[in-house]
């Protein structure tokens, strides 16, 4: 029978020397039921002010707290750490790179629900989990998931963002099925994280709202440019390979 783990992570920052600050899980087994995680570790990493900025967590809130790899959390991550169970996150390359950071090494199968987000929801303009709270009206049930679990929602916050996460996670079993009804849902989502998304339009930057394939054609420096010295996401650098020939 396999479990789902859903998992966020708040760090210190986004740089190399980074490390977990806090855990936020929902495990969920195929009959529903939840064991819901929310556990701040500490770490002789200084948190960055621009990570405060995001996350609010600040020094006191993880002096004398368990390191990451003695919280409960990372525990039952590492019981559960078989092929048959499925571990899930938003943007999941950061999350994995955290983790592995403890000596983590992964046997799940992987689901990214960001890169699934941007294959199945396509005309959508953003994929950001704050972005996709509010398109798609999960706010509307967020507040009675949460009151089952004793959660707080927070955005930015690791176990706010897993709970609305859990209720996104709905939304795309639900058009997998649409689009791909031969298909086991959550089978179909781990090959789409597989799977490269090619970027129609750029969302950012000069040429925002332009699609990439004429500017590769009018500006191929500038893409060029971009692959050098900008640090883009796995789906963006894809699309610049391609389009670029």
């Keep these: 029978m396999p479990y789902y783990v859903l998992f966020d992570t708040e760090t210190t920052g986004n740089k190399d020397d980074d490390k977990v600050i806090q855990f936020g899980a929902m495990i969920v087994d195929q009959r529903g ?3 819901a995680y929310d556990e701040f570790c500490s770490t002789d990493v200084e948190i960055k002010i621009e990570a405060m900025e ?3 967590i600040t020094p006191d809130m993880i002096e004398g707290k368990p390191l990451a790899i003695q919280t409960s959390f990372y525990k039952r991550l590492e019981e559960l750490n078989n092929p048959e169970n499925y571990l899930i996150a938003h943007n999941i ?5 955290m ?3 403890e000596g983590f090494l992964n046997a799940y ?3 990214d629900t960001l890169r699934c987000a941007k294959h199945l929801f396509p005309d959508m303009p953003y994929h ?3 972005y996709l709270r509010y398109a798609l009206e999960l706010y509307k049930t967020e507040q009675q998931e949460a009151a089952k679990h004793n959660i707080t929602i927070k955005a930015h ?3 706010g963002d897993v709970l609305v996460m859990k209720l996104f996670l709905s939304k795309l079993v639900t058009k997998c099925r649409e689009i791909y009804p031969d298909y086991n849902p959550m089978e179909k989502l781990v090959d789409l994280t597989r799977t490269p998304v090619l970027i129609k339009t750029f969302k950012f930057g000069k040429h925002k709202g332009k699609e990439i394939a004429a500017v590769a054609k009018e500006d191929a420096g500038y893409l060029n440019w971009m692959k050098s010295n900008m640090d883009l996401d796995e789906d963006l650098k ?3 390979d391609k389009v670029l020939g």
Excluded at 93 to 97: C, E
């Design 33 to 35: 039921k939840v064991e």
């Design 54 to 56: 995001v996350n609010n």
């Design 93 to 97: 390359s950061f999350d994995m790179g």
């Design 99 to 101: 983790i592995e950071k």
């Design 109 to 111: 199968q992987l689901i």
């Design 128 to 130: 950001r989990l704050q």
């Design 157 to 159: 916050d690791a176990i």
């Design 238 to 240: 894809y699309t610049l």
